[in-house]
């Protein structure tokens, strides 16, 4: 191989990496924002939850029975 083929070879290579670490990292900042957007919906819902824990009492709390 001549060097300008290696050359040539070697600057294939790296381009096609840089497609490939691009395509890397826009798949890992959709997912940032997948995860933020979960984040904030585990938030409302916690609150959520917590609003109607607050109106109906706790889980573990039950009436007690009509006859006492």
Known sequence: M???SQIIDLETRQAFQDDALQ???DVVVEQGRVINRLQLQMAELIKRYEE???QYGSEGEE???PHY
């Open 2 to 4: 001549s060097l300008e």
């Open 23 to 25: 395509e890397l990292n």
């Open 52 to 54: 109607m824990v607050g």
């Open 63 to 65: 009436a007690p029975p």
